[in-house]
């Protein structure tokens, strides 16, 4: 997950996602879906501080994310016709939960015109969010699934928050 507006040359993290959903009929799905996942970022440099060794002014230059997002959601399914596909697409309305952690600067002597050194610092925000959910799976047997999905998530303002794709696996109970 990167939060495009926020967070400038980000990485690719981890991400694991949770859902349970309940098949209204043969054309809709309602569900719930819980969604952690972690990145960092490269954090502007710190300079002028005063005698800051460059390996730790290295590593401080890293950024770290952790987002939770917890989702309700309604999906559409459609069958295609290729090797017994099922194709799902889904919105809904969810919240998230996004820390920050990133070292920044502090102490500035003016007499010397630089800083004294440096602290971890962390920024919690939290708000709601408008989900996009797709996937692409594959029935096995009445019970197991296997399939590729994925998901977006939106502001309230419409800003890009993250994303999050991969391998999914599922139970039908």
Do not use: C
């Not at 991400?15 to 954090?43: A, D, P, Q, V």
């Amino acid at each position: 997950m990167d939060n495009i507006q926020d967070f400038p040359q980000s990485r690719i993290g981890t991400n694991i996602n949770f859902g349970m959903h309940y098949h209204l009929s043969e054309k809709w799905i309602l569900g719930t879906n819980y969604n952690l996942g972690h990145f960092s970022y490269l954090n502007p440099p710190l300079q002028n501080v005063f005698n800051l060794p460059s390996a730790i002014a290295l590593n401080a230059q890293n950024g770290r994310v952790q987002q939770e997002n917890f989702s309700v959601l309604a999906m559409r399914k459609v069958m295609l016709p290729i090797f017994n596909l099922r194709l799902e697409l889904g919105t809904g309305l969810g919240m998230y939960f996004q820390k920050n952690e990133y070292y920044r600067r502090m102490g500035y002597d003016s007499q010397i015109e630089q800083y004294r050194g440096i602290e971890l610092t962390e920024d919690r925000n939290r708000g709601l969010h408008f989900p996009v959910t797709y996937s692409l799976k594959k029935s096995f047997n009445e019970r197991a699934v296997i399939g590729i999905s994925g998901g977006q998530f939106f502001t309230s303002n419409l800003d890009h928050l993250g994303g999050h794709y991969g391998i999914s696996f599922g139970f039908i109970f």
